[in-house]
């Protein structure tokens, strides 16, 4: 006797269900009652819908399980939101958690900003990092936090906030979302970088701007898509313009270039970029004007000339160490010094980047900072160049820890992202954010309302510059120089914490030889 069973699959099984309940629902019609063939409207497209999925070959759930197997997808489209309201704790959530998602929202707010009953982290985790306090707390009279950036080659510095708005172009947000981040930084006085989709009319609302260019040169580029000195000098010269940042690569997509969905590609933000109107759009990795080192520097100078003497400087997401030397080998060869550079950590943000870039290219912020602060003291620069912090810098420790790093500013992108009421839907690219941050449906970026949100966006600046003071003085710090690295602790491990001097130590053996005799 043969033991081969036919099987019955699953899906012949879902087929077999709704044959028959279309043959109930036809048969309790016909002998009691007609009202029952309304229901027919649901079961024979179901059928219909069964049948179509059995026979197609995209998906294989569907094909196996015909019409359940939509739930699945129902469920994982959720997924971000059930996480969030229903299994995380106060603690867990990535990239940020809860407790540091409220506070944000408390701060923008204006309300209770405190927590109860005790810390919910483990200090023995780990990872845990802290701050050794003074017993000689010290009270600090100036009350904002701010840094001069432009050294002596520069003739217009501007006195920045310690804490400003991080790179987030309009097209990647929305109008009403990029007004109320501007009117939120003319309130409280410090900038908003501009991102590198260009200056929109709802950046120019009176809050200060810092212009990035990238390697697509928007509000600055040709018909060719290349560098036009005619339109950068048109732009940076307008009073608004404080500062002009040039992009060369971003954390989250270091090396990859900005990426623009079409979906978010409108004809206003085509007109500003001067690209087709509902393409995706994509920056290329590398820049045009310049393909090495000395061409950056030499660069950055006809930025400078053509701006009328702002202050210049250049972002980069740090890879390659023997690169970052050869930058600082040419600016102290040409003799031509920009005024910051931007550090990003490749933990930092974006609407839209590939999973490998986003979580496995790039150096992190800590490591980035401080190489880049040693190599600028190994080459005599480091007092005039500014280095500025990004990379989920949201609350007053953030701050501390990378100024002791040789920050002496940071950017803040989506902690301002939160003060506007974003709630980590994960949904940046699709053109759909819930709460019409980072889209360009009307039907959902209305929602967002400038008047409320400029005040959110001041008060979070505010009360987060407000607790940044409050730790220095529990620290003893009373200027900004005071903040060191060695008053910084990380747990390496159950048994062992070490200081962020430890940690973070740079031996001259960093500089590559082939620059070594610069340094004599």
């Known amino acids: 006797m043969s033991r081969n069973q036919k099987s019955v699959s699953a899906s012949g099984v879902i087929i077999l269900i709704i044959v028959l309940l279309n043959a109930i629902i036809l048969k309790t019609a016909y002998i009691n009652n007609a009202d029952y063939y309304w229901a027919l409207l649901i079961l024979l497209p179901l059928l219909l819908l069964a049948i179509y999925n059995i026979k197609q070959k995209k998906h294989a759930v569907l094909r196996n399980y015909p019409v359940i197997g939509y739930l699945r997808y129902f469920l994982e489209s959720i997924r971000p939101e059930m996480r969030q309201y229903f299994f995380e704790s106060d603690a ?5 958690n809860r407790r540091q998602r409220s506070i944000v929202y408390q701060r923008a707010k204006n309300v209770r900003q405190t927590v109860a009953f005790g810390m919910q982290v483990d200090p023995n985790e780990p990872g845990y990092e802290w701050m050794a306090h003074s017993m000689y707390p010290v009270s600090i009279k100036e009350k904002d936090l701010r840094v001069s950036i432009g050294n002596d080659q520069c003739r217009q510095p501007y006195s920045a906030s310690i804490l400003n708005i991080g790179a987030m172009s309009y097209g990647a947000l929305s109008k009403t979302a990029v007004q109320a981040l501007n009117e939120g930084a003319q309130l409280g006085g410090f900038a908003q970088n501009t991102g590198e989709g260009g200056i929109s009319p709802y950046h ?11 390697t697509g040169y928007f509000g600055c580029r040709n018909e060719n898509g290349n560098f ?61 004007a310049f393909s090495n080192a000395e061409g950056l520097v ?22 390659s160490k023997k690169e970052f030397n050869e930058i600082c080998y040419y600016i102290r060869k040409v003799g031509i010094i920009p005024d910051f550079i931007t550090i990003d950590g490749s933990e930092g943000g974006t609407g839209a980047a590939p999973l490998e870039f986003t979580d496995n290219v790039g150096m992190p912020l800590y490591e980035a900072l401080t190489f880049a602060s040693k190599t600028l003291q190994l080459y005599g620069l480091k007092d005039q160049v500014k280095l500025i912090a990004a990379g ?16 002496s500013s940071c950017y803040s992108a989506r902690g301002m992202m939160f003060s506007l009421g974003c709630i980590q839907a994960l949904r940046c690219d699709s053109g ?53 690295v060695a008053s910084f602790f990380r747990r390496i491990d159950t048994l062992n914490t070490k200081s962020f001097e430890e940690i973070y130590a740079i031996n001259k053996k960093v500089i590559n030889k082939t620059y070594s005799p610069l340094l004599n």
Not at 204 to 214: A, E, R, V, Y
């Open 204 to 214: 120019l609302k009176g809050g200060d701007l810092i212009w990035q260019i990238g």
């Open 392 to 407: 989920k810098i949201i609350s007053g420790f953030d701050i501390l820890k990378v100024l002791a790093l040789g920050a």
């Open 432 to 484: 759909k954010c819930p709460v019409g941050v980072a889209t360009q449906d009307p039907a959902l970026y209305k929602g967002l309302d400038v008047t409320d949100k400029r005040v959110r966006v001041a008060s979070f600046h505010k009360n987060t510059i407000k607790a940044t003071i409050e730790l220095m003085e529990a620290c003893g710090y009373k200027t900004l120089g005071d903040i060191n």
């Open 92 to 96: 867990d959530g990535k990239p940020f």
């Open 228 to 288: 036009s000195a005619e339109l950068f000098k048109e732009n940076a010269c307008k009073p608004q313009v404080k500062m002009i940042e040039l992009k060369l690569s971003q954390g989250a997509k270091p090396g990859h270039g900005g990426i623009l969905p079409a979906v978010k590609n409108t004809t206003e933000i085509a007109a500003i970029r001067n690209v087709p109107v509902n393409t995706t759009i994509i920056s290329p990795p590398a820049h045009t």
């Open 298 to 319: 030499l660069f950055l100078e006809k930025l400078r000339k053509l701006s009328g003497g702002k202050p210049i400087g250049f972002k980069l997401c740090i890879g």
